[in-house]
């Protein structure tokens, strides 16, 4: 593809015959009017994205009145664009220029809520789009069961989300039918959707239909808790699934218990996170050591879910059978702190490990000392994140032994080692440890430092360190230094 030369100069070189990105470009009202004018010259034109541009709100019928000239358009991107009633209106009556389109997005326009059937109403069945975003757009329970209605027209869908449009929980009976008509279906999110525990059993009906599935986000809907309890049994019948999103769903032990027999079963997993679900702590142990089930398991979060001793022993001795996991996040769990050597033994084994969160699970300064001992030995040599923020009782002889040895992680981008917000501490020696390993790290960009003080000879190191580096290292010392 070559660049177009119709593009006006302002806007810069983002044109090409078949595709226009002006994301998040500024544009002004008469920005818009060039891509007015400019569109009668591009016929070809197959993606169109002006999103995140304020000033499109209440100027969008003059792009929408050319869309017959870009009869080809694959690809229609709004979101944030401040849409108004007129605007929705006026898109709704362009689509039916655009036979071709395959992608839609309009997130994050309060205005398209209880105006949806405005803008989707022509969609044909045999529609061609393959990706519906919604976010935040301020549905109605009536928008969630026009959705409900449409969905068997449009058979070749492949992403939905309709992700923090929390009234329409109360329609996701008739969303659920309608998913019965997309088996092609491959990501679902329904994030922050004021779903209920009668909704899973609504979408446990579903899932049966969906058997392409890859991805399933259901998080941050508190009212879920309880629901999977006799409502998990198609979850199974996702064998695509890869990803499986239950972060802050107010999880009970029997949802626990019921999610024990079907998640081992989802051998496709790559990322699950169960984070924020504090109930699980003592009722996880069945669950986290059946995760030894799932060899493909990439990512796991289970940060916030307040583990005991024995569910973070079960976790530890699974993660041996887990070779492919490349992020952990065990971010505060108290049960850590003292026990890390559980871990320590689970790291020799993941080779392929790049993040690793421990932030405010009460680590001491043996845990460190031991941490260190294993980054000497070479067993997290692809960690790139290092998350140890927030762990206040660890002395700074801890800090020194772990300086010492932060070296060795030579993929290593970022480190964060900040105290909590409630104390500030002095920095001890190991602060020129330090300084003396991150200059041997190529890759590190980011170290934070939040609420440790540095007394003014420390300063004055750190500035000279930072001008022999010309600045490419971010210490992020907080708003103090």
Not at 248 to 259: I, M, N, P, R, W
Request: with cysteine.
């Amino acid at each position: 593809m070559e660049k177009s030369e119709h593009l006006p100069p302002q806007l810069g070189p983002t044109a090409v015959d078949q595709s226009l990105d002006l994301n998040n470009r500024g544009l002004t009202p008469g920005d818009v009017r060039a891509v007015v004018a400019m569109l009668p010259l591009l016929p070809d034109l197959e993606t169109l994205d002006i999103s995140w541009n304020d000033f499109v709100g209440g100027t969008l019928r003059s792009i929408t009145q050319q869309m017959h000239l870009v009869s080809k358009l694959k690809i229609l991107r709004l979101g944030s664009c401040r849409l108004t009633t007129d605007d929705v209106r006026a898109l709704g009556e362009a689509l039916e220029a655009i036979p071709e389109l395959e992608e839609l997005s309009l997130s994050w326009n309060s205005r398209v809520g209880g105006n949806l059937p405005l803008i989707l109403q022509k969609f044909q069945k045999g529609s061609r789009i393959h990706t519906l975003e919604l976010v935040d757009c301020d549905l109605t329970s009536e928008d969630g069961t026009f959705v409900g209605d449409l969905l068997p027209m449009m058979q070749n869908l492949e992403v939905l989300d309709l992700s923090i449009n929390r009234n329409i929980g109360a329609s996701l009976n008739s969303i659920a039918q309608g998913l019965r008509s997309t088996s092609n279906l491959k990501v679902l999110k329904l994030h922050s959707c004021g779903l209920s525990q009668d909704s899973v059993r609504l979408l446990d009906a579903a899932f049966r239909y969906l058997c392409e599935l890859k991805n399933l986000d259901l998080s941050c809907n508190k009212e879920l808790g309880g629901g999977f309890e006799d409502s998990s049994a198609q979850l199974a019948a996702l064998e695509h699934l890869e990803v499986l999103d239950l972060h802050q769903c107010s999880l009970t032990a029997a949802d626990v218990a019921s999610l024990t027999q079907v998640i081992p079963l989802l051998s496709r997993l790559q990322e699950l996170d169960l984070s924020a679900n504090r109930k699980m702590g003592s009722s996880s142990e069945n669950l986290l050591s059946r995760l030894r089930f799932l060899p493909a398991l990439r990512s796991l979060l289970v940060n916030g879910c307040a583990l005991e001793s024995e569910t973070f022993t079960a976790l530890a001795e699974a993660s041996t059978y887990l070779p492919a996991l490349e992020m952990v996040d065990l971010s505060w769990n108290k049960c850590v702190g003292g026990n890390l050597k559980l871990l320590l033994e689970m790291l020799k084994f993941l080779t392929a490990l790049r993040v690793l969160r421990l932030s405010s699970c009460a680590l001491v300064t043996e845990d460190v000392a031991l941490l260190a001992s294993v980054i000497q030995a070479g067993h997290l040599a692809k960690l790139q994140k290092l998350d140890l923020s927030y762990n206040d009782s660890i002395c700074d002889a801890g800090w020194a032994i772990f300086c010492q040895n932060v070296g060795f992680l030579k993929e290593l981008s970022e480190l964060d080692i900040s105290l909590r917000p409630s104390t500030s501490r002095d920095c001890g020696r190991w602060f020129r440890h330090l300084l003396h390993a991150v200059a041997k790290l190529s890759k590190i960009t980011e170290i934070g430092l939040k609420r440790w003080i540095l007394p003014t000879s420390q300063e004055e190191e750190l500035e000279h360190f930072q001008q022999d580096h010309r600045g490419s290292i971010h210490f992020d010392l907080g708003e103090g230094q």
